[in-house]
């Protein structure tokens, strides 16, 4: 089962460029969400989504945008990339609040990006 | 002040040892507590869940939550070098706008030999 699956797992960027990371669930999850992990600092929900075209802010918004056109699928953007973003982004999925467990989120592995 | 605060360690014990991780937080709403390992460059994966107050076991591991005191613990006995990562423990309360955890900074535990 490939769970919850991250692309890309590396990259450097340079100030200003922009890119997409990618988070594919197999689940058949309703929820997704974006996490940044940074020392000290523990995991901080950037954007999640309660379902198919609905996203909704989280905690540290600022600088990123996301789409969920499919429901496995939860799109991150980075329009104009800052030395401020490098930072490591967990995915995560889980299913929908009455549902049981739905509290428990699965994880991806990562994606490590560096901003220059 | 952070709504949940971890010692963020490293903790270093040796194989064999009893180990204590602890949280305490802020937020009385708080209901679903659970804690998270994590090894080095992988994602997190869910160790223990409880709900509400009490105690839960599962093999080596036991979960405690004292909702009177904010105060929630994990406790491994006869620790092993394969438990050496960093925990984190994460809790939530039932909002009706998404299962929007709150994560601890994680304590590093490292088990010798």
């Known amino acids: 089962n490939a769970g919850v699956t991250q692309t890309p797992k590396f990259r450097v960027l340079k100030t200003g460029q922009s890119m997409t990371l990618l988070c594919a669930q197999d689940?058949?999850?309703?929820?997704m969400y974006w996490y940044r992990q940074d020392p000290g600092m523990g995991l901080r929900l950037i954007h999640y989504?309660?379902?198919?075209?609905?996203?909704a802010k989280g905690e540290v918004p600022d600088g990123y945008n996301v789409s969920r056109l499919k429901k496995q699928n939860f799109l991150l953007g980075l329009e104009s990339a800052a030395p401020s973003q490098t930072s490591v982004y967990f995915c995560?999925?889980?299913?929908?609040?009455?549902?049981?467990?739905?509290?428990?989120?699965?994880f991806g592995a990562g994606s490590r990006l560096t901003v220059l | 002040q952070k709504e949940v605060e971890q010692d963020p360690g490293p903790l270093s014990v040796p194989e064999g040892a009893i180990v204590s991780l602890n949280c305490t937080y802020s937020?009385?709403?708080?209901?679903?507590f659970m804690w998270y390992r994590q090894y080095s460059r992988k994602g997190p994966e869910l160790l223990m869940y409880?709900?509400?107050?009490g105690n839960k076991e599962d093999g080596r591991f036991t979960a405690q939550v004292d909702k009177s005191s904010k105060y929630i613990s994990l406790f491994i006995r006869d620790s092993q070098p394969s438990d050496s990562a960093t925990y984190l423990c994460?809790?939530?309360?039932?909002?009706?706008?998404?299962?929007?955890?709150?994560f601890g900074t994680g304590t590093q535990l490292k088990v010798e030999l």
């Open positions: 989504s309660v379902g198919e075209g609905t996203t």
């Open positions: 409880t709900y509400s107050s």
């Open positions: 937020n009385s709403a708080f209901q679903y």
């Open positions: 994460a809790m939530s309360a039932l909002t009706g706008g998404g299962n929007k955890l709150t």
């Open positions: 995560a999925s889980s299913y929908s609040e009455g549902v049981a467990g739905a509290n428990v989120l699965t």
């Open positions: 689940m058949n999850h309703e929820y």
